[in-house]
């Protein structure tokens, strides 16, 4: 069966960088694409960016196209989200979805906390 | 960019109850558009995309309607399972928007 398994939570500092991990199973993770996405408290969610599993193309958010990369390990059927310049305003839920039909399998979520 | 809009914000209802959530897109979608059930703590669950297929394993009292701007997601006799915030999709090419979400709470 699909699964997406993100990495643990994680707590930065403003100004840092974080990166969070995607795994993917039940699938042939090259042939469909994968998004991320967040979700801050009571907020609607938010589309950071897209990428094709199969030959590494990109596409961002105009909103964070200047902080965030997003790659993958075909060898290791994973997907990464790095987002740098860490605000407040970045606390969040960061998920990972594939891109079929909409989203229709996500990871189960990964927090991540910028404070002070 | 394109713009999502649910209403209403807010629905109370009763277990058995029909209810409806709309949402309106500021430009045409053509039939892009996607329903997410989300429960607190959980990542969101597909109920219908390409606005009215619905996602398998999902029960038959969702279905989804609508075209080009304005779109409707009818829940035909609420469960106590399906008290939720349901969030209405646009899926682009390789991009995402998403309504402001429906809360569907217990009357």
Known sequence: Q???VQSG?????PGASVKVSCKASGYIFTTIGMHWLRQAPGQRLQWLGWINTGDGDTRYSQNFQDRVTITRDTSASTAY???GSLRSEDTAVYYCARDKTGNDFWGQGTLVTVSS | ???????????SASVGDRVTITCR????LSVWLA???QKP???PKLLIYEASSLQTGVPSRFSGSGSGTEFSLTISSLQPDDFATYYCQYYGSHSRTFGQGTEVEIK
Do not use: F, H, N
């Open chain 2, 35 to 37: 329903w997410y059930q």
């Open chain 2, 41 to 43: 703590g959980r990542a």
């Open chain 1, 2 to 4: 699909v699964q997406l």
């Open chain 1, 9 to 13: 939570a994680e707590v930065k500092k």
């Open chain 2, 25 to 28: 897109a500021s430009q045409s």
């Open chain 1, 81 to 83: 989200m790095e987002l």
């Open chain 2, 1 to 11: 960019d394109i713009q999502m809009t649910q209403s209403p914000s807010t629905l």
